[in-house]
């Protein structure tokens, strides 16, 4: 069985609106490739410019976040359905940053995984360990137990149509990768855990990403594994360098 590549950037707080919009013309050409999803992870003040940008393109739009409410007294939230309304198709959940300095817990990300699928849109479940846990060879367990509590009321057909994105904490913004063989480890171990939750066909389908300091450097060999079915890209993804790895 063979699963759609998917590249996604991941902008975090980077690019103003106007930013945003010459970002998406750089790209534009560089980014070109039928046999891959590319998917813009942008900032929410961004969206609305970047759909506009890629418009006609092979590029989808992604948020980095929203609230788990469909409407209300949240002054600063943002809601599925508003994302949705506004030609949002992705949603990254569960980063590391917004685990860490937000506060955001497996049974609070779990509610965002539901609502994100009530509202049509596609998760990107971002697990991932820190060095520590990786030098006390915990992190497998670690990340099922993510994966695990981050998808309880998830159904098989849900989890099919699913992006999950193996971030080991160390190697976010430093520069510092996880070596490929490292990467395939996890993400066969991740697929595993899916076929023990539900079965083999949903962890055939899942799509599953590498994420931590990915570049036009070392994309192609990370790629070239098996389980590992795309990346999750920060840094690189705010250069022409992003269009080196939608098509490696
Ligand atoms: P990085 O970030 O590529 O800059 O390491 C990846 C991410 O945090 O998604």
Redesign the pocket.
């Known amino acids: 069985m063979s699963r759609r590549r998917i590249i996604a950037g ?1 902008w ?1 707080m980077n690019m103003t609106p106007s930013q945003a919009a010459e970002l998406c013309a750089t790209l534009k050409d560089l980014v070109k490739n039928d046999n891959v999803d590319v998917v813009y992870c942008v900032p929410a003040i961004d969206i609305v410019p970047v759909a506009e940008a890629v418009k006609g393109t092979n590029v989808k739009v992604g948020a980095e976040n929203f609230y788990i409410e469909d409407k209300g007294a949240y002054t600063g939230e943002i809601s599925a359905p508003m994302l949705k309304d506004a030609g949002v198709e992705y949603v ?1 959940i569960g ?3 917004r685990r860490e300095y937000f506060k955001e817990d497996d049974a609070f990300l779990n509610a965002k995984v539901k609502k994100a699928f009530e509202a049509g849109l596609t998760p990107i479940l ?1 697990c991932g360990e820190s060095l520590e846990l990786r030098e006390m060879d915990a992190y497998l367990d670690w990340i099922r137990l993510q994966i695990k509590s981050d998808l309880v009321g998830i159904t098989a057909d849900q989890v099919k149509t699913l992006v999950i ?1 193996y ?1 080991p904490i160390w ?5 510092k990768t996880a070596s490929a063989d490292q990467a395939q480890e996890v993400c066969k171990a991740i697929r595993d855990c899916i076929a023990e939750m539900y079965d083999a066909p949903t962890a055939e389908a899942v799509r599953i990403q590498y ?5 036009a450097g070392n994309a192609a060999e990370l790629l070239s594994k098996p389980d590992i079915d795309g990346g ?6 705010l250069k022409p360098d992003f269009g080196q790895i939608v098509n490696a």
């Open positions: 991941n975090k990254i980063h590391s940053e971002c994105a971030e190697a976010i913004g430093t520069g994420g931590g300091s990915m570049n999750l890209i920060g840094g690189a993804a």
